[in-house]
């Protein structure tokens, strides 16, 4: 349903090892926002919540609520570090279209 690369899995595992026992795993959320009208958010997570979709991708625990699965199946979530651009990518074959700037989606 989603692929972590490799260089998202290590950016999650560095991130989850800085939280200590404070998080679990990865949870990944599709909501209304941005100016294409759908946005990611991600954060950490401790525990899944009721309806939720626990996946494991790379040994990271990944948490999805009834919604954002609808939005999700085939994305990618990659890990950029470069001059212009650093932080989580992400290539969605669902979305229709997505604004300028990647941050949201359709």
Known sequence: MIELTESAANAVR???????????????????????????????????????????????????????????PGLVVDFVNGIERSGFVFDNPNAASRCSCGKSFC
């Open 14 to 72: 560095a991130a989850l090892a800085g939280a200590g026992e404070h998080a679990e795993g990865l949870r990944i959320v599709v909501e209304a926002g941005g100016c294409a009208g759908l946005q990611y958010r991600m954060g950490l997570e401790k525990d899944e919540r009721p309806g939720d979709l626990v996946l494991e991708q790379s040994g990271i625990r990944l948490y999805l609520d009834a919604l954002t699965q609808r939005h999700v």
